[in-house]
């Protein structure tokens, strides 16, 4: 099964846009069709997130109150694989933040990290692990449903 580490940035566009591809993502997650990987400190950071005052404001409009947000993560929790978060990886000066990521990745045998960072996107592997758009990522997720369909 395909492992792979969400960013911060999907998560939440995924959260806040149920329509998107983000949203498709973690949905395909939670229906197991991809192994979930997190680390406490992509939590920590998920949840900081969430309390700027631009995404605040968008949850507001959006009606998500705080402890609805709080089960959503709680869901995501239940269906990831959680890594211990303790690598330190420095590779991305520009943003040492995005190292989190590549960490939890090495740590979680990530076949992937999906991302919309450019600080990312730009080293487009990393070790074995490909660093892909969300749109990439969900082709790659469709084309393995066919597959999987097609040899039933």
């Not at 631009?54 to 947000?69: G, P």
Request: hydrophobic residues 50%.
């Amino acid at each position: 099964m395909i492992r792979a580490v969400l960013d911060t940035n999907v998560v939440v566009s995924g959260i806040l846009s149920p329509q998107g591809v983000p949203a498709q993502i973690l949905r395909a997650g939670i229906d197991k069709a991809f192994t979930f990987l997190f680390s406490p400190p992509i939590f920590i950071e998920i949840r900081r997130v969430f309390h700027y005052p631009k995404i605040a404001k968008l949850l507001s409009a959006r009606q998500i109150a705080h402890a609805e947000l709080e089960d959503l993560l709680a869901s995501l929790a239940a269906f990831a694989v959680i890594t211990p978060g303790k690598l330190v990886v420095e590779v991305v000066s520009a943003d040492p933040d995005d190292n989190m990521f590549l960490a939890c990745a090495l740590e979680g045998r990530a076949d992937y990290l999906v991302s919309g960072d450019t600080h990312l996107l730009t080293l487009k592997t990393y070790r074995h692990i490909s660093i892909v758009t969300p749109q990439e990522f969900w082709a790659l997720l469709e084309k393995q449903k066919a597959h999987r369909l097609k040899n039933r």
